[in-house]
């Protein structure tokens, strides 16, 4: 047992059992732990892999070596685990139980925490929050900002380069129309052309989110957010739009067969794993792909896994004449999130993983940083090229499972699935939508 | 969950008689039928062994092969690595604690329950029978409200006494028949002889029960070694950590941390087996005797 | 451990062993001590961690509430409503049912003629029984990692490792296993008889060992067969047996969460939910605790209903009122 459980342990053996119970009322103590001015500070994150995990710890221990007295406990956890359990059950407790640092995700998400009263308000680090500019608007509620993303990019389509070669696309295409030809010449070349992870809903969800803001306005996009009234017509005509494409060609065309248990990524026969084996070509998926795709690849080292020379990435093509605007882009991050009773000394700590040195050694990592001026870290030409991307792009939309929160992405998500590989009609969305959003 | 009644031991019916010396012409169909129900039932677990011994290229050539080459690799990479070990140890230590606990608690609430007159006897015995209707599904949500409240959250008191509590039901409605049969001449005579009747719990009904507590005990136990749910929702939500897992959730965790690996989760898998596969099999009587007792033949 | 129908109600809490009424007396004193102090702990083990949660449990299905902050927001009956309506917890339950059911049309009989077949005087009797039980002690989770990595499959460059069995002997085109919405519960079905065929195997050759002897006698003496023996007297007798195995399987069957949260996670398009993965999903998953715990109570009544029920057209002879506490004596 670690350090914490031996602790609530005790806390509970004083508080007695029955009492506890009876009463509901919380057993840990509240506020972090203090003896003699020393200071231990709790940090969660998902870097489960490397070189993150190893990253932080590095980055911890500078802090610790600069601040006598403070010791920084750092945990890393599997995304949807901290995301929906961990993290939650922690802040629910309270007191000691609640990480002092950890990660929030944008909008929809962070706002029940906010709500809640768990997050403390970071407006005051002004320098941290300008030093983001733009990418911090998706953790700021009412005006105030709770969350400081370190992390942040657009979505777009990793491609197999000599496999395109080999079926003869030679230009990346950047219309829907060229798309369509580039798919037809890859299934003729005998690989599947776009991999996809519907067994874990998501990865299919986000060709829907990219129709949805090709399809509609900017303000409508925004009203629908704000509101979470998904009657807009547009989001319906996103939906046809999708099932058109898609019923454009033969077969589980454009995508691999057995879509729907096909996981997303991490195991051999994921999306993302498809795509390292190189029988699949396509795949649309965040910033984070290039390291999942890396340690996939068939004979990968399992130590620092070197991404394969022939993955490159292109932004998504756009339709000829939709109503969405032109450039808009889907992305979203990661952010640090301080819990309301945690220490002062998190903010110090923050302020260090935000510093511009902190940040352009994370991008050295192969990753995508916020801080303006960390993008010179980055060595990847492809990913070079998606923080070009991201900074060039009109309108970036945050995930819409993000932005909606976890009921309606749930709910949207699965009818999206539905859509496309179900018998599922582009109506059913929305109407999913408002139903979920009146569950809230 | 399971509704089990148990036998007092002084009624326990003779071995039947087998008949004796006569061969069936249907023998060697009987076999047949009983090789084939077992490569059924044990094929998947070979596989699972063998694989373990594939390295991952030869295992995606072909999935359905033997190893080309053998490889220790993978065994030896999880035996060499201490988060299976703490798994082990978190599986020994939270299966000891709900065995003992829920045998100590059983044994002492079911003695109660058939050895004294009191108003209220029958009640008490519902109240726990009616356990029975309550798996850890139903109540798994508020529990873990309940042992966030408490502290209890995320360590291994958390699962053990939740365990020990839902284990509970079968255990008394095991023990309570096995506690009566014992003659009260016995319990007469140690009073005779100047023990207290919790002297005479101790020194005499204890040990004239150990069948039944036996059996209660490896129930409990394989109940708590393979648990999932509530290690699921106590331990992991808890946020515990990889070394305070048990080992279906390390099991689980590592398949989704290292799933690029896949004869190696195969053999943390085949290892993950082992230990139940042997020690089970093993007590394979008393778990059937436990779930038979329910079988009145 | 057999036990006859002569024991009696085994189950109810019975009389307590006669004693003379003097030392009765002189028990009374310190009697209500002794109580206490033994059933203390248990009860109240119990009653917090087992009761208390579904206690809650319906207390929160009448809220909207998300598992963080206050539990004020009252909504009446409109979790239940929503989940009533909902086309995916109609399938859940179907799913419940359809395991169900299968498990008692196929399960039982097949266990029972293998019992019937192995209940004889065998070489490495002992051997073939244990190695029978070796699914049902393997935990769900290997058991369920064991079976996805088995069947998963993605055609036409990567067949999973029974596709490729299955091809080497001829079927050259297996049904997808885990991706088609209309196989996938056979699947499922599948694996859970490979879990629990063995136990129940187990069962039914422990009840078998029950049947005495001289039917067996008495009805070769008649000139019965093989068949004709085992049809009119061997089965029969094995009622009890039979029924238990069957509650055991039904219980077991309406809880069902492990095996296929592991193996499918309810997919896919959610054609394998069963009610207790349709809880976690739609209630701990997205914290709304208080529609998950709506959920729990709707299981709770149906177990409820189903065990009543079948304890009373059913199980009656034999369990003796375990369910309602012995009440009926």
């Given at each position: 047992m670690n350090r914490r459980s031996t602790r609530l342990v005790a806390l509970t053996a004083a508080a007695g059992l029955a009492v506890a119970a009876l009463s509901g009322c919380a057993t840990g103590s509240s506020?972090?732990?203090?003896?003699?001015g020393d200071v231990t500070l709790t940090w969660w994150h998902n870097g489960t892999g490397e070189p993150l995990k190893s990253f932080w710890e590095e980055v911890g221990a500078e802090f610790e070596a600069d601040h006598p007295g403070v010791t920084v406990e750092i945990e890393a956890f599997q995304n949807e685990d901290l995301q929906r359990t961990l993290i939650p059950n922690a802040l629910q407790s309270g007191?000691?139980?609640?990480?002092?640092l950890f990660m929030v995700w944008a909008e929809g998400e962070i706002k029940a925490q906010v709500e809640a009263g768990?997050?403390?308000?970071?407006?005051?680090?002004t320098d941290v929050v300008e030093s983001v500019g733009g990418a911090g608007t998706g953790w700021n509620v009412d005006g105030k900002q709770y969350g400081i993303p370190f992390r942040f990019g657009i979505e777009g389509i990793w491609y197999n380069s000599d496999l395109f070669e080999k079926a003869g696309v030679t230009e990346t295409p950047a219309t829907f129309d060229e798309f369509g030809e580039a798919i037809g010449k890859l299934a003729d070349s005998g690989v599947a052309p776009i991999g996809v992870g519907a067994g874990d809903g998501w990865p299919a969800a986000h060709w829907w989110y990219q129709f949805a803001i090709k399809t509609c306005s900017g303000d409508s996009l925004k009203k629908a957010a704000e509101t979470?009234?998904?009657?807009?017509?547009c989001f319906v005509e996103a939906g046809k739009n999708l099932k058109t494409w898609m019923d454009g060609f033969d077969g589980d065309l454009p995508f691999q067969s057995n879509p729907t248990s096909t996981p997303a990524q991490s195991v051999p026969n994921s999306a993302a794993g498809l795509l390292a084996a190189q029988t699949t070509s396509m795949e649309l998926m965040g910033t984070w792909h290039r390291g999942e795709v890396a340690k996939l690849v068939p004979g990968a080292p399992a130590e620092d896994p070197p991404a394969p020379e022939w993955l490159s990435w292109m932004p998504v093509p756009d339709i000829e004449g939709a109503a969405g605007e032109p450039g808009a882009a889907l992305g979203s991050g990661d952010a640090w999130g301080v819990y309301a009773d945690a220490p002062d000394e998190t903010l110090e700590l923050l302020e260090y993983i935000m510093s511009e040195d902190v940040q352009t050694r994370f991008a050295a990592t192969g990753e995508i940083p916020t801080v303006a001026g960390a993008e010179a870290g980055i060595t990847d030409p492809v990913l070079k090229q998606i923080a070009e991307g991201t900074v060039n792009a009109s309108l970036v939309v945050t995930w819409l499972d993000t932005q909606y929160g976890p009921v309606i992405g749930q709910a949207m998500n699965e009818a999206i699935v539905n859509l496309m590989f179900g018998n599922g009609t582009p109506e059913q969305i929305p109407e999913a939508m408002n139903a979920a959003a009146a569950t809230l | 969950m399971t509704v089990t009644t148990a036998t007092p031991p002084a009624s326990r019916a003779p071995a039947p008689r087998r008949r004796a010396g006569r061969i069936d012409w249907s023998q060697p169909v009987v076999y047949v039928v009983a090789l084939a129900v077992v490569a059924v039932a044990i094929g998947p677990v070979i596989y699972v062994f063998i694989s373990g011994f594939r390295t991952n290229p030869d295992f995606f050539t072909?999935?359905?092969?033997?190893?080309?080459?053998?490889?220790?690799e993978n065994y030896a990479r999880v035996l060499g690595d201490s988060s299976f070990w703490n798994q082990v140890l978190a599986s020994t230590v939270t299966a000891l604690g709900t065995t003992l606990g829920v045998m100590l608690l059983g044994v002492m609430a079911a003695f109660v329950i058939a050895r004294y007159e009191f108003r209220g006897r029958g009640f008490l015995y519902a109240l726990f029978t009616t356990g029975l209707l309550f798996p850890l599904t139903i109540s798994i949500l508020p529990l873990t409200v309940l042992l966030r409240q408490m502290g209890l959250f995320g360590n291994w008191w958390g699962l053990i006494i939740p365990q020990v509590a839902f284990a509970l039901p079968l255990t008394i409605i095991i023990l309570t028949p096995f506690l009566r049969a014992i003659p009260v001449e016995l319990e007469d005579a140690a009073l005779v002889d100047g023990a207290s009747r919790v002297g005479f719990f101790w020194r005499i009904l204890l040990p004239l029960s150990m069948p039944g507590l036996m059996t209660v005990g490896v129930l409990a136990f394989v109940g708590s070694w393979n648990a999932y749910l509530l290690p699921l929702f106590v331990l992991q939500a808890g946020g515990a950590g990889i070394d305070n897992y048990t080992l279906p959730l390390g099991v689980q965790f590592y398949s989704t941390a290292y799933g690029q690996d896949t004869t190696g989760v195969l053999a943390y898998t085949a290892l993950a087996m082992l230990p139940a596969i042997l020690f089970f099999t093993l007590a394979e009587r008393r778990i059937v005797g436990g779930l038979q007792g329910a079988v009145k033949g | 451990m057999t036990a006859t129908e002569t024991t009696g109600p085994a189950v109810s809490a019975g009389p307590a062993p006669a004693r003379g009424t003097k030392r009765r007396n002189r028990a009374r004193a310190g009697q209500r001590r002794e109580i206490a102090l033994f059933v203390t702990p248990a009860v109240l083990v119990y009653v917090v961690f087992v009761l208390l949660p579904v206690v809650l449990a319906a207390y929160y299905s009448f809220f909207n509430w998300n598992?963080?902050?206050?539990?004020?927001r009252f909504i009446g009956l409109d979790n239940y409503v929503r989940l009533l309506t909902d086309p995916v917890f109609h399938t859940a339950v179907y799913n419940n049912f359809f395991i169900i059911v299968l498990s008692l049309l196929i399960q039982g009989p097949i266990a029972i003629l293998v019992a019937l077949l192995m209940n004889r005087r065998l070489r490495f009797r002992g051997l073939l029984r244990a190695l029978i039980f070796v699914p049902y002690v393997l935990s769900e989770v290997t058991a369920g990692l064991a079976w996805q990595i088995l069947l998963q499959s993605v055609p036409p460059t990567r067949w999973g490792p029974v596709d490729t069995m299955l091809q080497a002997i001829g079927i050259q085109d297996p049904p997808a296993w885990l991706a088609d919405p209309n196989v996938v519960m056979w699947t499922m079905f599948g694996i859970l008889t490979w879990k629990y065929l063995g136990l129940a195997i187990i069962l039914m050759l422990a009840g078998l060992a029950g049947v005495p002897e001289e039917l067996y006698e008495a009805a070769s003496l008649d000139g019965a067969g093989w068949w004709k023996t085992q049809w009119y007297i061997t089965v029969p007798l094995l009622g009890p047996t039979i029924r238990i195995w069957a509650f055991l399987s039904i219980i077991g069957s309406l809880q069902l969460f492990d095996m296929v949260w592991i193996v499918t996670g309810g997919g896919p398009l959610n054609a394998s939910n069963t009610m207790a993965v349709y809880m976690v999903k739609y209630g701990l998953n997205v914290s709304q605790i208080g529609f998950g715990s709506a959920v729990a109570v709707v299981l709770f009544f149906i177990s409820l209903f189903i065990a009543l029920g079948y304890q009373r057209f059913a199980l009656r002879r034999d369990l003796e009122g375990s369910l309602t506490g012995g009440k009926r004596k």
């Open positions: 506020g972090p732990e203090e003896t003699g007191g000691d139980a609640a990480p002092d768990y997050l403390k308000d970071l407006s005051g680090l979470l009234d998904f009657s807009d017509p | 072909d999935p359905a092969g033997l190893p080309n080459p053998w490889t220790v | 598992g963080l902050g206050p539990v004020d």
